[in-house]
């Protein structure tokens, strides 16, 4: 399995977690029962944002590395 193949992936990966995020947005507390924002969504959201960044750097990644042959 070469690099970008990996990191195609792993973006698929955080796409469909973000995702699962913005479905399911108390999936943080029922896991972890912990309710760290008190209820206001805001922890759901920061997550839905880091993950879907996470999974565009990674597409880049996988794109730019096809590109170069890796």
Do not use: C, K, Q, Y
């Amino acid at each position: 399995m070469t690099r970008s193949h990996v990191e195609l992936v792993a973006s698929a990966v955080l796409a469909v977690a973000a995702a699962v995020t913005v479905v399911v947005p108390h999936w943080i507390e029922a896991v972890f029962h912990v309710d760290p924002d008190g209820a206001s969504g805001s922890l759901e959201w920061l997550v839905v944002a880091v993950l879907g960044a996470l999974a565009v750097l990674a597409g880049w990644l996988a794109r730019r590395d096809r590109a170069l042959g890796r």
